[in-house]
């Protein structure tokens, strides 16, 4: 029933396009390895983050 | 200012304080002149709201807030709308006006801040809706910008009165069919950016959070030249993915399309002094 992002370290390069299409606050944090991490109890599963991703590292999924 | 512990927890209560109060004073902006291409890294000055998933106006109430030249010195005045659902959750003083009146309540808040903090720089910033700054609140709207107040207008136009089932506003798009305007609007868009330049604003932008960067530069120079010169308007197009009946996941490309067919047009205007001015700033930046 519930939807989050997941995201796929490998094809990640830090770009951040994720983060400034989320429309929620802290859910996608920059980590110091230059890798996005999601915080899938607080996402709402809207999908921006990967429709924005241009190298397909998010994808949204079942938690 | 200094950069003194604006934000502390008073000794003995570390513990008892909420993780996220706990966050905001470890990893908080204040301060720090931080911006959009920091985001991620640091605690948001906006916690989880309850607006829907894929809410433009969310996405651009977040960036706003990261943009905020000094968040410290800034107070906010927001009306009834979707947004003022986010506003408990911001970590800023706000105010909660009447609906349409958020113009008039910042007025007398920028007037009293002035003489309650003689010598420090206090920017009043207005956010709300485009059925508050455009339909039922366009009058205190218009008389703040003729009495020059020094005060930023941020409107966030989803088009449609999301709120209370999508009843048309005076920005829905011509021919619109909502929810509660099942004829479709009669008219066009209510040109405000116009409106704003010809009634005393010294800068007008019209932008989206689809280019972030261009969104953060132009709420900067509308704060900052609100400090000195003027009253200044920033309107923001963030389409609204429940009324409009889209996924959710395409909001983002919503904005680029209407772009591109012309619905939607990015513009700035601003009077020769805030030109001179924005140019004084940015060579000073470097």
Not at chain 2, 232 to 259: A, M, S, W
Request: aromatic share 6%; with cysteine; glycine share 8%.
């Amino acid at each position: 029933m519930y939807v989050a992002a997941k995201v796929d370290e490998e094809k990640c390069n830090g770009c951040k396009l994720c983060i400034w299409a989320c429309p929620d606050p802290n859910v996608i944090l920059y980590k110091p390895t230059k890798k996005i991490a999601v915080n899938q109890s607080r996402c709402k599963g809207c999908g921006l983050c990967a429709a924005a991703c241009k190298r397909g590292a998010l994808e949204i999924d079942a938690v | 200012m200094s950069k003194r512990n604006l934000c502390q927890i008073s000794p003995g209560f570390e513990e008892i304080m909420p993780a996220e109060y706990r966050d905001l004073v470890e990893r908080g902006p204040y301060g720090k002149g931080w911006g959009v291409a920091e985001m991620g890294s640091f605690k948001e000055l906006i916690e989880e709201h309850p607006l829907c998933a894929g809410c433009g106006l969310a996405l651009s109430m977040r960036l706003i807030l990261v943009s905020l030249p000094s968040p410290e010195d800034t107070v906010v005045v927001g009306s009834t709308g979707c947004s003022a659902l986010a506003f408990p959750q911001v970590a800023l003083h706000n105010i909660h006006s009447l609906f349409g009146n958020q113009n008039a309540v910042a007025s007398g808040l920028k007037r009293a801040l002035a003489l309650r903090f003689p010598g420090r720089v206090k920017d009043v910033v207005v956010i709300a809706g485009d059925g508050a700054t455009c339909d039922i609140g366009l009058d205190s709207v218009l008389h703040s910008w003729f009495r020059g107040e020094k005060i930023t207008t941020i409107m966030l136009d989803n088009e449609a009165y999301a709120n209370t089932g999508g009843q048309e506003s005076g920005m829905t798009q011509r021919g619109t069919v909502l929810n509660m305007a099942p004829k479709g609007k009669k008219f066009g868009k209510v040109a405000v950016p116009e409106i704003a330049r010809e009634s005393g604003c010294v800068y007008v932008a019209v932008t989206s959070p689809a280019k972030p960067k261009n969104m953060e530069k132009a709420v900067r120079r509308a704060v900052l030249l609100a400090r000195d010169l003027g009253p200044t308007y920033v309107q923001l197009l963030c389409p609204c993915p429940t009324n409009y009946k889209f996924k959710p996941n395409e909001t983002l490309d919503r904005i680029r399309d209407q772009e591109k067919q012309g619905h939607f047009r990015p513009r700035e205007y601003y009077t020769p002094e805030a030109e001179a001015f924005i140019r004084q700033l940015e060579e000073a930046k470097g």
